[in-house]
């Protein structure tokens, strides 16, 4: 009897010891802004990157109406019909999006994210650490993160370089300013209700996609001819 209980310890404990991860830890930052601006998310280890566009929108609270592109390996990924509707054939291949899980990238992978191609917000992801947890999550989670994000369409970083020396509150500009972006901003301020969670049900992201189509596909214009901004 008490081998047998020694097997069956043995075989849990190998059992825990190579169980599958069922979450990922990653952090996302946007480039060429110091102090950073970041966010920590931990992830269904399922989603795909179409999952993790959304994920990294609803952590910064980006509106979601601008193209956007992973960039992994020097390979673009995306809305492959979007992203080729007016390529040439010079144009590097766009790969769907869809087909890359985050279970494929390794522990310490990192790669761009690629969102609004007129202001053209660049963000470093770094695939942290894969997670067992208790229970599979169904939902994405934003842990930890600093700062405000810059706001929509203020022209990239130079834009909101001239953006925070405005809302210093000495400039001219300052009252047509901030009216511009809704009446305040805090480049400190990070609010926590974004991370409670990111999704209410994976369903959501289906019916969501269809008005972001919609939203981006009126917008492309601007940006594929490097738009019209707050800054311009």
């Not at 599958?20 to 931990?42: C, F, G, K, M, Y």
């Not at 929108?57 to 019909?81: K, M, S």
């Not at 208790?134 to 022209?155: F, I, L």
Request: proline share 3%; charged share 25%.
């Amino acid at each position: 009897m008490s081998a047998l209980l020694d097997d069956r310890c043995l075989t849990l404990f190998i059992r825990a010891m190579f169980k599958t991860a069922n979450a990922v830890q990653i952090r996302v930052s946007i480039d060429e802004i110091q102090p950073d601006i970041w966010r920590r998310l931990v992830l269904p280890v399922h989603w795909n990157l179409e999952h993790l566009h959304l994920g990294v929108q609803a952590a910064f609270n980006w509106w979601n109406y601008h193209l956007y592109e992973f960039r992994i390996g020097g390979l673009r990924y995306g809305e492959v019909e979007i992203l080729t509707e007016d390529a040439t054939d010079d144009d590097p291949r766009v790969f769907d999006q869809r087909e890359v899980r985050l279970l494929d990238f390794e522990q310490g992978a990192v790669f761009s994210y690629h969102y609004d191609f007129g202001d053209g917000w660049r963000h470093t992801v770094a695939i942290e650490e894969f997670l067992t947890l208790a229970a599979t999550p169904k939902h994405g989670s934003c842990v930890a993160g600093e700062r405000a994000r810059p706001p929509e369409d203020v022209g990239g970083v130079p834009g909101y370089e001239r953006f925070l020396e405005i809302a210093d509150g000495e400039d001219p500009e300052y009252v047509e300013t901030i009216r511009w972006c809704g009446g305040y901003f805090d480049s400190e301020w990070l609010t926590c209700r974004w991370w409670i969670r990111m999704f209410a049900t994976l369903c959501a992201q289906t019916s969501n996609a269809v008005c972001i189509n919609r939203n981006r596909n009126q917008s492309r214009r601007n940006e594929l001819s490097a738009g019209s901004s707050w800054a311009s």
